[in-house]
């Protein structure tokens, strides 16, 4: 079983910066994809970015055309976790982030589809003041 538990919500102004972590345990391996997803009230859940990682180094990351340029993703080394830094929040980010793992091989075409992912956090908020 694995488990994933997200952190660093919180409420900002438009402008601020946050960062999300996501500490995954469990029997991972050395290959594994973690993405991030978001949903708005009222409004379906939303690809944000993934981030393919192989022993250690990551294979790609890619960014959904809205946080392109604002929000980059960061792997630990010593730790299967991974990090969405968002820059530059617009309210229309406001949220609820959830992160997810695909264990094993995503092509990369597949990283946006929520169902290619095996596990799933709790989800953290994030709120954009204006």
């Known amino acids: 079983q694995v488990q994933l538990v997200e952190t660093g919500g919180g409420l900002v102004q438009a402008g601020g910066s946050l960062r999300l972590s996501c500490a995954a345990s469990?029997?991972?391996?050395?290959?594994?994809?973690m993405g991030w997803f978001r949903q708005a009230p009222g409004k379906e859940r939303e690809f944000v970015a993934a981030i393919r990682r192989v022993s250690g180094r990551t294979v790609y990351e890619n960014y959904t055309d809205s946080v392109q340029g604002r929000f980059t993703l960061s792997g630990d080394n010593a730790k299967t976790t991974v990090y969405l830094q968002m820059n530059s929040l617009k309210p229309e980010d406001t949220a609820v982030y959830s992160c997810?793992?695909?264990?094993?091989?995503?092509?990369?075409?597949?990283?946006?589809?929520?169902?290619?992912?095996?596990?799933w956090g709790q989800g953290t908020q994030v709120t954009v003041s204006s």
């Open positions: 997810a793992i695909r264990l094993g091989i995503l092509l990369y075409g597949n990283f946006g589809q929520r169902s290619a992912y095996n596990y």
């Open positions: 469990g029997r991972i391996g050395s290959d594994y994809t």
